[in-house]
């Protein structure tokens, strides 16, 4: 069956400092997947999706940015925190052919 | 693009009342509804999910409808239990992918 990690499962961070997330999927070969902010008591806000390999499509502008370097992986990174990046992040994949998208346990993140 | 617009924000409803969630969409193209239950802190996990080609889906005391000529389906949660509270998010799958509405906060009052 098919599975989604994703960690940290929390995250504190200072402002201006880098940020690394990582995502991966166990089961299933060429998923599309995607990363989501939500800020508290909030919607979800897609960030970035991903059809492939080196495939990334930016939903939001933002000081975030998004690589898959292999099939199953997908890396959530910034090189400078801002205060406005606290939220809750989830990974999720599928959302291909008319079924759902599956979402990994998260990630919280406060910057000080 | 798809728009996908959910009502109400906040619900709250006594313990053994029935609850009602809508959303509406703009992509007549749109064919697949995923409804996702979000727990405080956790991830959305999936309830239900409805294809163009029906018209209703129940699965126990949850039901979906789907009115693809109006353009709007709704969640229907019966004999609501202090566990059904949490946020509930629609969705509509388009051409762009998948759209989901800001959520409806569902409280259930004991």
């Known amino acids: ?112 | 693009g798809e728009n996908v617009e959910q009502h109400p924000s906040t619900l709250s409803v006594q313990e053994g009342d029935s609850a009602v969630i809508k959303c509406t969409y703009s992509d007549s193209a749109s064919n697949y509804f995923p409804w996702y239950k979000q727990e405080l802190g956790k991830r959305p996990q999936l309830i239900i999910d409805i294809r163009s080609n029906v018209g209703e889906k129940k699965d126990q005391r949850i039901a979906v409808t789907l009115n693809k000529t109006a353009k709007h389906f709704s969640l229907h949660i019966t004999e609501t239990q202090p566990e059904d509270s949490a946020v509930y998010f629609c969705a509509a799958e388009g051409a762009d992918g998948l759209t989901f509405g800001k959520g409806t906060h569902l409280i259930i009052q004991p």
């Open chain 1, 1 to 112: 069956s098919q599975t989604i990690h994703q960690w940290p499962a929390t995250l504190v961070q200072p402002v201006g400092s880098p940020l690394s997330l990582e995502c991966t999927v166990e089961g299933t070969s060429n998923p599309n997947l995607y990363w989501y902010r939500q800020a508290a008591g909030r919607g979800l806000q897609l960030l970035f999706y991903s059809v492939g390999i080196g495939q990334i499509s930016s939903e939001v502008p933002q000081n975030l940015s998004a690589s898959r370097p292999q099939d199953r992986q997908f890396i959530l990174s910034s090189k400078k925190l801002l205060l406005s990046d606290s939220g809750f992040y989830l990974c999720a994949w599928g959302g291909q052919g008319n079924q759902p998208q599956h979402f990994g346990d998260g990630t919280r993140l406060s910057i000080l």
